[in-house]
């Protein structure tokens, strides 16, 4: 199966060389799947030619805002709508769960409750927990008609969102490990994030976090809607 990667940001260039691009680590993380990827830079301006050109999406996050006036959104959520329209598994990752929201009819904005960055908990609608590393302060507020929130924080209302069976959209991170939040902290943080926020998302980098869990289900997710696309067509 051929995911391709809509890549909506780049990771800060002092971390990129431990690290990678936003690109690589969801290919560690989705890795042992049998998958193969394709990475479309969208943030700068390069484009698949059609929803046909792989047979899942994943789109990434980014330091920019959905909201933002940005030449390569009006094209990015087009390229969402014709997914969509396509039933082919789709996945959004925090800028990616905020632009597919947007491209889709919902809202975005700069979050005035402040920043979510480290280990955060969230509750599922069936009643239990899943804890991700978070790093954001733009979230869905509004999410689109027809989405079904899975999960939520008291930060952050919509944190996870479904759109049927083929879209799964998420505002924390599975791909960021306690290397990447350390890494975020130490450069692009500092005089974003208050301080004190980024002494508590380090003091909590060995604590267990469900990003195994959480890159089982995306995998199972791509391969089971991939194989009810296939039985419908």
Known sequence: MKIGILQTGHFPDALQGDMGNYD????RLLAGHGFTFQTW?????????????????????????????LPFIPPLEDLIREINTSARPLIGVCFGHQIIAQALGGKVEKFEGGWSVGRTEYVTSQGDGITLNAWHQDQVTRPP??????ASSEFCEHAVLAYGDHIWTMQPHPEFDATVIDGLARTRGKGLVPDPLLAT????????????KIASQMAEFFLKSSTNDRANA
Not at 24 to 27: C, H, I, S, V, Y
Not at 145 to 150: F, P, S
């Open 24 to 27: 690589d680590m969801f290919q």
């Open 41 to 69: 830079p969208v943030v700068d301006m390069t484009f698949p030619d059609s929803a046909q050109d792989a047979d899942g999406w994943l789109v990434t996050g980014s330091r920019h805002g959905a909201y933002e006036d």
């Open 145 to 150: 008609e027809g989405a079904c929130t899975l």
């Open 201 to 212: 998302a380090q003091s909590q980098l060995t604590a267990p976090i469900d990003r195994d």
